[in-house]
């Protein structure tokens, strides 16, 4: 059997293309002014392809907009994935994903407002930031290193706390972003079951860099 999807002939690179375009233009917009009233019209000439090329990949704006919205959540998922992969305690990955998510407001901007005004209903969802976050308690709940009972109940406490964390870098871009988030992750590890002296200690290790 073929370990790989076969390379997509020219009119499937195309439809590729054209289908993220208007994701593209469609997180924009979102990251913009969080308007979703937008025409398709002005969708399409933002994403600079034809009218009729929208229902060839979306049957309404609501599908589309909930597409830029997953699209965003998973480059957000796969940065913080790249950078802490080298982390094996669950408890300092927690952290350095809340330290990292301070940073990417000046890094990610769109990503971040993004983030901000849709991340909510998102804490739960099946693809995105959740099944990482939901993913990284598990495994920390199974090695003894956090002693909540259920996962799900710590996803939601965690979720809560990221998304404001985010709504506070982004709304007062005076403030210290990496000791807020080094005592919001502080405070999450603690509610996890971490000792508060060691809490402290993981979330002021050395991050890596987002580059």
């Known amino acids: ?28 917009i979102l990251a913009e002014t969080g308007d979703t009233s937008a ?3 002005m969708i399409a000439d933002r994403a600079d392809v034809g009218f009729g090329s929208f229902y060839n990949h979306f049957e309404s704006k609501t599908d589309l907009f909930d ?5 965003a959540l998973e480059e957000f998922g796969q ?3 790249e ?10 990955l927690v952290a350095a ?5 301070a940073q990417m407001a000046d890094s990610h901007p769109e990503l971040m407002r993004i983030l901000r005004d849709r991340g909510l209903a998102q804490i739960h969802s099946d693809r995105g930031l959740a099944p990482r976050a939901l993913r990284d308690l598990e ?40 000791e807020a988030a080094s005592d919001l992750a502080e405070m999450v590890l603690r509610m996890l079951g971490v000792p508060p002296d060691d809490a402290h200690q993981v ?9």
């Not at 597409?67 to 699209?71: F, L, R």
């Not at 950078?83 to 300092?92: N, V």
């Not at 996803?155 to 809560?160: D, H, K, Q, V």
């Open 1 to 28: 059997m073929p370990t790989s999807a076969p390379p997509m002939n020219r009119f499937e690179r195309r439809r590729a293309e054209t289908r993220q375009a208007l994701v593209r233009a469609a997180r924009q």
């Open 39 to 41: 025409s398709i019209q």
């Open 67 to 71: 597409a830029a919205v997953t699209d």
């Open 79 to 81: 940065v913080i994935d």
């Open 83 to 92: 950078r802490t992969a080298w982390i094996e305690d669950s408890a300092e």
């Open 97 to 101: 994903s809340f330290r990292l998510t």
């Open 139 to 178: 495994r920390g709940i199974a090695a003894g290193r956090f002693d909540c009972i259920d996962p799900t109940t710590a996803l939601s406490a965690m979720g809560g706390t990221l998304l404001a964390l985010v709504a506070l870098r982004l709304d007062r871009p005076d403030l210290d972003g990496e």
């Open 203 to 211: 979330t002021r290790r050395p991050l890596p860099d987002l580059g």
